[in-house]
């Protein structure tokens, strides 16, 4: 566990920013992040604000304070799954949170539970994966439980986010399975943020506005970050 932590863990991933910032040769930084992402942008942000520019957080991880006392990512799939495909969720969940036997397993087994979890994800918020997007074997196993370790039972890194003055767009997709409020409180711990939210299309042919809105409203999210990065410049 402190080996994953070391090398893929919430400190690895930030650090790794920073390399990339020292690589290209720049002070500041302009980060866009989505889903898991934007999360670790925050983090970036905490850890170096002299370094940030911007933040553009999109549909943003409800993991900010852990546990989450209204529930959570894990729970929240399950209430919006059909009824029929809940006792399969829930025995895949049992096996899936079962860290006593987590280093039993080989990292194409780790990979396909992660798959099954982003199936269970997508099937419980009614989205599809974007046209082009490879749903095969392709994604990692250890990363995703590293990033379990490194984050543990309990956290709040709110008052972190408070050392950060520069400024903050938070999108939320009001069709996102995750729900606002999450995004609302990344919104209300960076001193200068704002949400905006993407509403989904008024027609079906328009689309919805889920937790992938770079496919399900690539043109309002454009115009809306858009619009936001000329103001910082």
């Known amino acids: 566990m402190k080996e994953l932590d070391r090398t893929l863990g919430i400190g690895a991933q930030v650090a790794d920013i920073d390399r990339i910032r020292r690589i290209l040769g720049q002070e500041e930084l302009i980060i866009v992040g989505h889903s898991f992402g934007a999360f670790l942008a925050s983090m970036y942000a905490a850890e170096f604000p002299e370094h940030v520019k911007a933040l553009v957080l999109v549909a943003p991880s409800g993991v900010l304070v852990l546990p989450d006392k209204d529930g959570g990512f894990f729970e929240d799939i399950r209430e919006h799954l059909p009824e029929e495909q809940r006792a399969d969720y829930d025995h895949f969940l049992t096996g899936y949170l079962d860290f006593g ?12 539970s992660n798959r099954q979890l ?8 009614g989205e599809k994966l974007a046209s082009g997007a490879n749903g095969s074997a392709d994604n990692g196993g250890w990363m995703v439980q590293a990033m379990y370790f490194s984050m543990g039972k309990r956290h709040d890194y709110r008052a972190a986010l408070r050392a950060v003055q520069a400024p903050v767009l938070v999108v939320h997709g009001e069709n996102d399975l995750v729900p606002e409020r999450v995004s609302r409180m990344y919104a209300h711990s960076f001193p200068n943020a704002r949400l905006h939210v993407v509403s989904s299309g008024k027609t ?6 889920g937790h992938f809105l770079l496919s399900d409203q690539p043109e309002e999210l454009a115009a809306v970050v858009g619009q936001f990065l000329a103001e910082c410049r």
Request: neutral net charge; proline residues 0%; glycine residues 8%.
């Open 118 to 125: 982003g199936e269970f994800f997508l099937a419980a918020s």
């Open 101 to 112: 036997q987590i280093f039993s397993k080989s990292e194409e087994e780790l990979a396909k």
């Open 204 to 209: 079906r042919a328009a689309g919805r506005a």
